[in-house]
């Protein structure tokens, strides 16, 4: 069974900083990862995810994530934040070879201030 | 295409009443499932369904039943509702295409049990 741990709950950072939301997994097999996203009262929309291949994988609104096999380990991050990136982020596991499942880590809100 | 929709957004139950939450998508995907999200519980898998005719438990599923109607619907019952189920839940789907494991997220059911 895979598990997800997001270790920060609430990240505060100002507009133009730099923010890295942490992402660690467990599993006996290997993985597919992916980040959501979910802006308050909607629901979640995909941000990036890591298949196979290049370990850092990008999406296209300036965020990035690289996979780190040895740290098991997908941390999120963007060199400069904008005040519309404020929302819950939220790093998931799949099992390869067909699993039907996510499981998801419990969500990292990031407020970002003027 | 509207993705996945769900209705109701809103409801407000009584203890003991029993409903049905509605969730359809029009993207041709093989798979659905239902979660609830709770604050700092990220999200947790109720039901899925991999194909049409089948369906499994996931990591909550006592107090809800699930049909999956056919292929493009999937529906959420609770019998007898409690205030333990008071959440937002969410419907999502997700296809079988080689490089596209991610779910589609529908916009949510906020429920409110009193």
């Known amino acids: 069974a895979q598990s997800v741990t997001q270790l920060d709950s609430q990240v505060p950072v100002f507009e133009e900083a730099p923010v890295e939301l942490r992402c660690n997994y467990s599993?006996?097999?290997?993985?597919?990862l992916f980040w959501y996203v979910q802006y308050p009262n909607q629901g979640l929309q995909l941000l990036l995810k890591?298949?196979?291949?290049?370990?850092l994988v990008e999406s296209i609104n300036g965020f990035e994530a690289e996979f780190n096999k040895s740290q098991t380990s997908f941390h999120l991050r963007k060199p400069s934040v904008h005040i519309s990136d404020t929302a819950e982020y939220f790093c998931?596991?799949?099992?390869?070879?067909?699993?039907?499942?996510?499981?998801f880590g419990k969500g990292t809100k990031l407020t970002v201030n003027p | 295409n509207a993705g996945v929709t769900q209705t109701p957004k809103f409801q407000v139950l009584k203890t003991g009443q029993s409903m049905t939450l509605q969730c359809a998508q029009d993207?041709?995907?093989?798979?659905m499932y239902w979660y609830r999200q709770d604050p700092g519980m990220g999200l947790r898998l109720i039901y899925y369904?991999?194909?049409?005719?089948?369906?499994d438990k996931g990591e909550v599923p006592n107090g809800y039943n699930v049909s999956r109607l056919n292929k493009r619907e999937f529906s959420l019952r609770l019998e007898s509702a409690a205030p333990s189920q008071t959440s937002v839940y969410f419907c999502?789907?997700?296809?079988?295409?080689?490089?596209?494991?991610?779910?589609?997220f529908g916009p949510g059911t906020r429920l409110t049990v009193t």
């Open positions: 999502a789907s997700r296809g079988r295409e080689v490089l596209s494991y991610e779910q589609y």
């Open positions: 599993s006996s097999v290997s993985v597919y």
């Open positions: 890591y298949l196979s291949g290049s370990t």
């Open positions: 998931a596991v799949s099992e390869t070879g067909g699993s039907e499942k996510l499981v």
């Open positions: 993207m041709n995907h093989n798979s």
């Open positions: 369904s991999a194909s049409e005719g089948t369906t």
